[in-house]
């Protein structure tokens, strides 16, 4: 008998070994492919961060509401921005973006006639600093529109605030707030590696509680990164 469970001991000490090996080979197989799922559902369902930024080029116009008689006229033949974005996805269809965007607008000032023989005409750049606050709805998979609140800084030189502030502030404030607001139509694609591209064509209408009235009209290419 002892014979027997000597010869038979090995066989079964090795048939149990191995069966544990096996099984701890699939036990770790298994818990490698639940991880590796989980990973991914994470990864689906955790990119709801998106960094990027955009370049813009547009026209504008600006002016008084309601127009003052013999007031100076403003010309704005373009204006360019860069941006920096951010969004965060708030359901399947709605994405809440913000970010800080500067504006350099070249802009031609006409004085009104003063009866003095002068140049009437001379360029005057405007710079904003502007933070959005917009609701982006998604229409589809690569269509959206996006509109919001727009939260603006007039900023230039004490000489030309002396032409663009209004006659009931301070002539020599060098910048000045107003709020604006904005409608878009774009198209985005974003690709498996995370990255995502844009084209947004614009309209905002700064100065909503201002006489001061500046109206934009642009297209926007952004980039950016899903994360």
Same mark, same amino acid.
């Given at each position: 008998m002892d014979k027997i469970i000597n010869i038979l001991e090995p066989t079964f000490m090795h048939t149990t070994t191995k069966g &544990? +090996?096996?099984? *701890?080979?699939?036990?770790?197989?298994?818990?490698? !492919?639940? =991880? %590796? =799922?989980? &990973? *991914?559902?994470?990864?689906?369902?955790? @990119?709801?961060?998106?960094? #990027? !930024?955009? &370049?813009? /080029? #547009?026209? #504008?116009?600006?002016? /008084?509401?309601? !127009?003052?008689? #013999?007031?100076?006229?403003?010309?704005? @033949?373009? /204006?360019?921005?860069?941006? %920096?974005? /951010? *969004?965060?996805? %708030? *359901? @399947? +269809? %709605?994405?809440? =973006?913000s970010g800080v965007e500067y504006s350099y607008d070249n802009t031609t000032v006409t004085q009104s006639y003063t009866g003095q023989e002068s140049d009437r005409n001379f360029r005057s750049n405007l710079t904003l600093i502007t933070v959005p606050v917009q609701i982006k709805y998604h229409a589809g998979k690569f269509i959206y529109f996006n509109g919001g609140m727009f939260f603006n800084i007039l900023s230039q030189t004490r000489e030309t605030a002396e032409w663009f502030l209004p006659p009931n502030r301070t002539r020599n404030n060098n910048a000045n707030l107003f709020l604006g607001l904005g409608l878009g139509i774009g198209l985005e694609h974003t690709f498996d590696s995370g990255i995502m591209v844009s084209l947004n064509p614009y309209a905002r209408w700064n100065g909503i509680v201002e006489r001061l009235q500046y109206v934009q009209a642009g297209v926007s290419l952004g980039i950016g990164y899903k994360f």
């Open positions: &544990i +090996r096996i099984f *701890s080979m699939k036990k770790n197989t298994i818990l490698l !492919a639940v =991880c %590796l =799922c989980a &990973i *991914s559902l994470f990864g689906q369902n955790g @990119k709801k961060n998106t960094i #990027g !930024a955009h &370049i813009a /080029y #547009g026209i #504008g116009d600006y002016g /008084y509401l309601p !127009a003052e008689k #013999g007031a100076n006229s403003y010309n704005v @033949k373009y /204006y360019y921005s860069l941006a %920096l974005d /951010y *969004s965060r996805q %708030l *359901s @399947k +269809r %709605l994405d809440l =973006c």
